[in-house]
């Protein structure tokens, strides 16, 4: 079965710190993985698009990592940011985007 | 703002009802996907269409349609209406159907059946 697991499911940090989620997969035939960003009752906003060759992609502050022999993911947050209080989801692609399976997300909440 | 609309932003409607929500997709984008999220089950993916043709087809059920037109923009077609099928409607749309391609998402319709 294509199943998204996120870890962990919340996580509270202070501004400043770096933090790092996490994103396994049990998905085949792999296409991508993607991370989206959403903050609460807004659309997600996509971070990175990782293909199967690459291992590591930037956005800003927003680092995402693929290990595609264990099936993991990771997205960095460097020095975080208030306005990076949101969930993050990670999504990855069946075939040649012939599906999308979603993880459950994980909530970050960034304190003052 | 992503460049896609849908309307409307809420919806309140009864058991057994039917309704229709609308997107339009950014400027040159050709791809529609629908999705929907809901408080138990998180976002899913429910149906993709490309240049009008379906395209694939995730976790719809059959009292579900959608269809993209001429003009692409797309509507989703909800019937026979349950209480669980409150949720979060949103759609997005790239330039390409297949692949790597960079999804935007609209804002959402919000629809309650009570």
């Known amino acids: 079965k294509n199943q998204v697991e996120q870890s962990p499911q919340s996580l509270i940090i202070l501004e400043g710190k770096n933090c790092t989620l996490q994103c396994n997969y049990t998905v085949s035939p792999f296409s991508n993985l993607r991370w989206y960003k959403q903050d609460t009752g807004r659309g997600p906003v996509s971070l990175t698009i990782?293909?199967?060759?690459?291992n590591t992609k930037s956005n800003g502050r927003y680092t995402a990592t693929l290990d595609a022999d264990t099936k993991q993911s990771s997205l960095h947050i460097t020095a975080s940011q208030l306005s990076d209080s949101a969930s993050y989801i990670c999504v990855v692609s069946v075939g040649y985007g012939q599906n999308f399976v979603f993880g459950p997300g994980t909530r970050l909440s960034v304190l003052p | 703002d992503s460049g896609v609309t849908q309307t409307p932003k809420h919806l309140i409607t009864a058991t057994g009802q039917r309704v229709t929500l609308r997107c339009s997709p950014r400027?040159?984008?050709?791809?529609v996907y629908w999705y929907q999220q809901s408080l138990d089950q998180g976002l899913q993916f429910l149906i993709q269409y490309y240049n009008g043709e379906e395209r694939a087809k995730g976790n719809i059920l059959e009292r579900f349609s959608a269809q993209q037109f001429p003009d692409l923009h797309s509507e989703l077609n909800l019937s026979s209406l349950e209480l669980g099928d409150s949720a979060l409607y949103f759609c997005?749309?790239?330039?390409?159907?297949?692949?790597?391609?960079?999804?935007?998402f609209g804002p959402g319709t919000r629809l309650t059946v009570t």
């Open positions: 990782m293909t199967f060759s690459e």
């Open positions: 400027s040159g984008d050709l791809s």
């Open positions: 997005a749309s790239s330039v390409a159907g297949q692949g790597a391609s960079e999804q935007y």
